[in-house]
């Protein structure tokens, strides 16, 4: 069974930055993609943003410009750095990991709590 564990998270001020951890209790290189996904009070999960195995990143347009995503598979982690972070960012931030060939999976960190105040 995959782990994985999302760190990171925290109060922060609007203009703030925060930089989110994800550590794999496998090779990242083993699954096709990692993602950043966030969900809102009230409001439905959304992915932030997506990294193909291939190299290829893919940000929702809210954060384009602002938030980047990285990996480090010697550590086996992923990460988001979030700058110019506004209130609209907050939310559970969750890490997941798929496998789209055999044997195929879908995975989910806990989540990590980012809160942006005004």
């Known amino acids: 069974q995959v782990q994985l564990v999302e760190s990171g998270g925290g109060l922060v001020q609007a203009g703030g930055s925060l930089r989110l951890s994800c550590a794999a209790s496998?090779?990242?290189?083993?699954?096709?993609?990692m993602g950043w996904f966030r969900q809102a009070p009230g409001k439905q999960r959304e992915l932030v943003a997506l990294?193909?195995?291939?190299?290829?990143?893919n940000y929702v347009d809210s954060v384009k410009g602002r938030f980047t995503f990285s990996r480090d598979n010697a550590e086996n982690t992923v990460y988001l750095q979030m700058n110019s972070l506004q209130p609209e960012d907050t939310g559970v931030y969750y890490c997941?990991?798929?496998?789209?060939?055999?044997?195929?999976?879908?995975?989910w960190g806990q989540g990590t709590q980012v809160t942006v105040s005004s």
């Open positions: 496998r090779s990242i290189t083993s699954f096709s993609d």
């Open positions: 990294s193909t195995n291939g190299g290829s990143t």
């Open positions: 997941r990991a798929a496998r789209t060939v055999w044997p195929k999976g879908t995975y």
